[in-house]
């Protein structure tokens, strides 16, 4: 699994975990080190991630409460900036023989990602939202 997250002006460190990812997990390896420092160095952040299950974990939601979130609709890829941060990222990618090299390819091109390139997908969340309004939470150009 690799977290990650993205802000106007900044980003967060990438962080490869191997094995499979559980609520507590999740806290202990993520939240903690990661998500606290990253939201409180941010006041007006709003952080959004999906239902995975780990994200949904009451000690998730727990560990959460005292952040800003939105409510998540259950099939909006479209308003997932950092899912399409990821897809630029794919399309990067060159092949890897052995995962110690995919994580060091991922986190390179995550470290030479303009940061423009997330300032243009936040600056475009009005009409993603706006857009997914119209499909009545459905599948839009984005």
Not at 23 to 36: A, C, E, K, S, T
Not at 73 to 81: E, H, V, Y
Not at 116 to 125: A, E, F, H, T
Request: charged share 20%; aromatic share 8%; hydrophobic share 40%.
């Amino acid at each position: 699994m690799v977290w990650r997250a993205i802000a106007y002006d900044s980003r967060s460190t990438l962080t490869v975990m191997r094995g499979t990812l559980e609520g507590q997990l999740y806290v202990n390896d993520i939240f903690r080190p990661h998500v606290g420092s990253f939201l409180n160095g941010l006041p007006e952040a709003i952080f959004q991630q999906d239902n995975a299950r780990p994200h949904t974990a009451r000690v998730a939601q727990d560990f959460l409460r005292h952040f800003q979130l939105p409510p998540w609709l259950a099939r909006s890829p479209d308003l997932s900036l950092v899912e399409h941060v990821w897809n630029q990222l794919k399309r990067q990618m060159r092949t890897c023989h052995s995962v110690h090299d995919l994580e060091l390819v991922v986190q390179d091109l995550w470290a030479h990602l303009p940061q423009d390139n997330i300032r243009c997908l936040i600056n475009s969340m009005p009409d993603r939202v706006a857009r997914c309004i119209e499909a009545g939470g459905g599948p839009t150009r984005y």
